[in-house]
């Protein structure tokens, strides 16, 4: 065999492109069926899936699967694979003959912006109309003729999850003309803002001649968009919606948590009149019962609150949210990408930060990362909730708002405004108060699915109670062994807790704290809380079960009422609105920044503001006579 | 006393929890892949695949977070340092 025959029979170099979520692998592995070698890219933890495949003339071929990509102005590692394969710069990859680019018909919107850019490499292309039964049944008809000669390559329709549905793109294999193949590698320059603005107006073009989709459902969505997006109504409208969450967090969460406050009660009493006196009884009593069950009857409320989320998230409204504060976010220097980042760390900052990851400009990114703490997470509900049944009476307002409603809602707004009055200084400080347009994709709008909805509300109540029975129950035993010891001398006077490591730390650490009107028992909760928030309320339950016994550790609410001015409560309130005392938050940022300057300064502002807001919140209530 | 033991141990354990949880999750990997290098020809070298599998898994607060799947434990050569993002347009 001639090494001229030879370079003929050599399997040609195919690569399969796409979006992520286009159903691109279901096509390679359609393709390549068990055929495949699965190994990682140097140097990065990126997969790398190769197979091989053979054409119905009986050709070879090496088929690609590149990470999903939404563009080669990469914004994570995936999309930097993908470019460099491409751009042939990855030393151990040879350049792709073929890339087959996969699109999901149902979206082309989306899509086809990445063909158009990678259209300018000059290699040849070949594109895959994926999921096309789907955008059949959905009404959406892609004139593949019209879009074949609009973008100059062939276009092929396929089903990644049939089995035949890769056929016609097998038989267009050997179709192609790869003595187009450039000897050189492509060139590919960062597109201005310019360029990007004149790609999306060439995809409007192209999909206004070839795609002809379910008219009535786009009016509908434009019918929607036009009250829910609109400057003004659409913010009273997502004031509404807001306000209606936080209502239901504390009107409909009632009867449930008043029948887990009677459960974990009669298990106490159960458990302590088992058990003869001693320290396993007053483990079980005080510190696990009294503890957990602090901390578990704020789950109706967690249900609620996320049911909102997950039902908001569902039927397209969030995006649409971003939208709408993107002028907001704009005004303090920050973009509506922002938004998205900002709004998961509602639940928790952790994945907040993390998805900060698509923002491309170092200080919005570095911004965002440092405000994100501010946001109210999940883990704060438990605190808010305690201190708001305990000091703020349950009566409407106006007759149709609940006053503690009103309150939640408040203490949410100061964490969002305080965050963007951050954010305008760190922009501002940083020179650079520039607006960044944003350009996102609208889903369509649609009614939540009952069935996601019940999954996604399923999987945070077991990630609660996963952190109820793993570090909130570990934590409460670590914290009742430090009221409990050493124990008393005999001739002590006052609680024995005094004379414990816990009443030590919190009589050490409360002269810090004495202006803000916090108590050594609160200071002892806040130390714990570094862990995970919501297990101050646990610590204190513990603390005061410790110090006066299994009776009183089953109302919390009522003994924070009576020993505590409303003042105080006041003052613990705006401290977790700023709270910084999160470690998971701040080893985040250390890993994301990659730099302790980061999360030392977050630390470090964040408690600062914390310890001014709750000092000037106790001084002010003081004056006005709430002490 | 038998009872001051059980109640001792169980504090024990939920200390050690505690500390194991607030470890970062590379720095948890890291420390049984020192343990595996130490103790491979003991005994113990049993149980340690099993403390390698939980090392890696993040249960701090990324166990309450929907990207866990993507966690900096599992895929830290992925994060994209800030000077690194420096270098897109916008």
Known sequence: MTAATAALDAPRRVALLGNPNCGKTALFNLLTGSRQKVANYAGVTVERKEGRVASPSGRSYRVLDLPGAYSLNADSADEAVTRDVLLGRLSDEERPELLICVTDATNLRLNLRLVLEVRQLGIPMLLALNMSDLAERRGIRVDTHKLSELLGMPVVSTVGIARHGADRLLASLDEIDYAAVAEHAPEWKTPSLDQVTQTHRQVREILEQVVASGEGERRWDESIDRVVMHPLLGLVILAAVLLLMFQAVFSWAGLPMDAIDAATGWVGVQVGGMMSEGPLRSLLVDGIIAGVGGVIIFLPQIVILFAFILALEDSGYLPRAAFLLDRFMGKVGLSGRSFIPLLSSFACAIPGIMATRVISNTRDRLTTILIAPLMTCSARLPVYALLIAAFIPEQSVAGVFNLQGLVLFGLYLSGIVSAMAVAWVMQRFGGSLAHHPLMMELPTWRLPNLRNLLLGLLERVKIFLRRVGGIILAMMIVLWALSSYPAAPIDAIGPAIDHSYAGMIGHLIQPLFAPLGFSWEICVALVPGLAAREVAVGALATVYAVSGGADEAAALGTIVAQQWSLATALALLAWYVFAPQCLPTLAVIKRETQSWRYPLLAAGYLFGLAWLAAFFTYQIAVALGAG | ?90
């Open chain 2, 1 to 90: 006393m038998v009872e001051q033991l059980l109640v001792g141990l169980i504090v024990l354990i939920a200390a050690a929890y505690c500390v194991w949880f607030i470890c970062p999750a590379d720095l948890r990997v890291a420390l049984v892949r020192r343990l595996q290098r130490r103790c491979s020809d003991t005994p113990a070298a049993t149980l340690l695949p099993g403390i390698a599998r939980a090392a890696a898994v993040p249960n701090s607060a990324c166990a309450g977070c929907g990207a866990r799947t993507r966690c900096p434990a599992n895929r830290s050569a992925e994060v994209i340092p800030l000077q690194r993002s420096a270098h897109s347009t916008k």
